[in-house]
């Protein structure tokens, strides 16, 4: 499903994003967005946060279901 992919492409962009904040405190969105509180960086943090929600459902499918 297309919005699978999607969801998971974006908790990929979230979790390199974060492992960067933990590595080297460095925060990418915020650095190409132009800080944490510009609109830009708040769609994308929420986009990412929707995201992670959205892949929860991924844990309880079962395989058929998913392949369809």
């Known amino acids: 499903m297309i919005l699978d992919r999607i969801s998971l ?3 990929i962009i ?3 994003n ?3 904040v933990g ?3 460095f925060d990418i969105v915020s650095w190409i967005c132009g800080g944490q509180g510009s609109v830009l960086a708040r769609v994308i943090y929420t986009l990412v946060g929707l995201a992670g929600l959205w892949c ?3 844990l309880f499918r ?3 279901s998913a392949r369809n």
């Open 62 to 64: 079962s395989r058929e």
């Open 18 to 20: 974060w492992g960067s």
């Open 14 to 16: 979230g979790s390199i």
């Open 56 to 58: 929860i459902s991924l």
């Open 9 to 11: 492409i974006l908790v």
């Open 23 to 25: 590595l080297f405190k």
